[in-house]
């Protein structure tokens, strides 16, 4: 299912940022991908890696090979690889990340187990990546707002 954020209505009609369903898929299948790199793909690829899914092992692996091989096909190298997590954080949903509570700190909330439980691991997903060091933090406060969580 094909699924974006309120937050990133700014480009997902361009796509001309990595969308978090996509960010969410490489790092489920372990490929790291640049911005330079999504943008030497055509709009149709990029689509593709939106819609095509990455849950099951088999969809994981299909992934993958596809976008090794179209990364390759653009790059002339190969894609560069992410360890992947057998524990992802966004999955935990019994434990709010240090990250994601220092970033809500920061704007004078306090985000509740109970409310981080209730996320999808997608949304969780994008919480951590919004309040990780060294990325652009401006969505964290649209999220937030997005996502229900103040009061």
């Known amino acids: 299912m094909t699924y974006f954020f309120a937050f990133e ?78 524990a992802p954080l966004w999955m935990d949903s019994g434990s709010v990340p240090a990250s994601v509570q220092e970033k809500a700190q920061e704007m004078d909330f306090t ?8 996320l999808t691991p997608l949304q969780r997903f994008a919480l951590i990546k919004l309040s990780s060091p060294g990325h652009e933090n401006k969505n964290f406060s649209r999220a937030i707002a997005e996502f229900h969580l103040l009061a």
């Open 9 to 86: 209505a700014d480009f997902v009609d361009s796509l001309r940022c990595i969308p978090m369903q996509v960010r969410y898929k490489l790092d489920t299948c372990g490929i790291k991908l640049k911005l330079s790199g999504w943008h030497q793909m055509s709009q149709d690829e990029r689509a593709a890696l939106v819609e095509l899914p990455c849950r099951t092992v088999t969809e994981i692996q299909a992934y993958q090979d596809y976008l090794q091989q179209l990364i390759f096909e653009r790059t002339g190298s190969p894609a560069a690889k992410l360890p992947i997590e057998p």
């Open 111 to 118: 985000l509740t187990l109970q409310q981080w439980a209730a």
